[in-house]
């Protein structure tokens, strides 16, 4: 798969560098603004270049943004991304796992296909992403992964309050499965890291989103799918997708250190009650 690079090349220099996959939009694009606006230089991945195009734009550190098409799903397109980033930085510090896709269908007509897409990107990618960097970090013995998960890779859908998810009748009800596997997945996939890469003083964590709105989603809801939600969480409101890249930056520090094979749930308390 070849591989296009959309920004301008990086200096060499000792700073650290990451990687963001899904980071045209949403919730990555706010990981790789906060990441570079931090000092960090930052590669980041997507499929299409214009939304990457729009984060380099909106970045007032855009000189240490470098964007690259590439599909995270596809080994070749994994394979190019590390490159990249090797070629312009030199190093890889940080990974941040956060390309992530769903299939919503009745239930007793989801098919292979579609499992199988998902579970290439939300999971099959993380562990091969990951695979791929860990030879930069365990060179200087120090390395930040960090997986976006979902609030839904512990919890099943409550169909209830949602609009998307009606019942098909014969087919059955509306549901992501494949979804809900792959956020699971990725729990265990941390732990499993975690405990393997610590001797080399790398760190992996999940950061689980609950109800954010982004670009994709603002409107997509009903008023009344948004009161539900929003009662739903004790704090009373959806997060934002900075909010999200603030606890990536967080894990992605120093300070973080000490933490490892850890879910951070930035969800304004929806999973407690």
């Known amino acids: 798969m070849k591989m296009r690079s959309l920004g301008g090349d990086m200096g060499e220099g000792q700073e650290r560098a990451a990687i963001v996959t899904g980071a045209g939009t949403g919730i990555g694009q706010a990981i790789a603004l906060t990441?570079?606006?931090?000092?960090?230089?930052?590669?980041?991945?997507?499929?299409?270049?214009?939304?990457?195009?729009?984060?380099?734009?909106?970045?007032?550190?855009?000189?240490?943004?470098?964007?690259?098409?590439?599909?995270?799903?596809?080994?070749?397109?994994?394979a190019s991304t590390v490159e990249a980033a090797l070629d312009r930085f030199g190093r890889i510090?940080?990974?941040?796992?956060n390309a992530g896709v769903s299939s919503i269908a009745p239930l007793l007509s989801s098919t292979e296909a579609e499992w199988r897409r998902v579970m290439a990107t939300n999971v099959d990618a993380a562990f091969f992403m990951a695979q791929a960097v860990l030879p930069s970090m365990r060179?200087?013995?120090?390395?930040?992964?960090?997986?976006?998960?979902?609030?839904?890779?512990?919890?099943?859908?409550?169909?209830?309050l949602y609009d998307a998810f009606g019942d098909e009748g014969a087919l059955g009800p509306k549901r992501q499965p494949a979804y809900h596997t792959s956020k699971g997945a990725v729990l265990n996939l941390t732990r499993d890291l975690a405990a393997a890469v610590a001797r080399w003083k790398i760190t992996v964590n999940?950061?689980?989103?609950?109800m954010v709105i982004t670009e994709q989603s603002d409107g997509l809801l009903s008023p009344e799918v948004e009161r539900k939600l929003c009662d739903m969480t004790p704090l009373g409101r959806f997060g934002k997708p900075e909010e999200i890249a603030f606890a990536v930056r967080f894990l992605a520090s120093d300070e973080a250190a000490f933490i490892t094979g850890e879910e951070i749930r930035v969800d304004g308390g929806w999973t407690i009650w």
Do not use: F, K, M
Request: hydrophobic share 40%; aromatic share 2%.
């Open 35 to 78: 990441l570079a606006q931090s000092g960090i230089r930052t590669l980041i991945v997507g499929r299409r270049p214009e939304p990457l195009r729009e984060t380099v734009a909106r970045s007032p550190e855009a000189n240490r943004i470098v964007a690259i098409c590439a599909d995270i799903a596809d080994p070749a397109g994994r």
């Open 93 to 97: 510090d940080i990974l941040v796992n």
């Open 139 to 160: 060179e200087r013995q120090w390395g930040r992964i960090v997986n976006i998960g979902s609030v839904y890779g512990a919890l099943a859908l409550n169909a209830s």
């Open 206 to 210: 999940t950061v689980s989103p609950g």
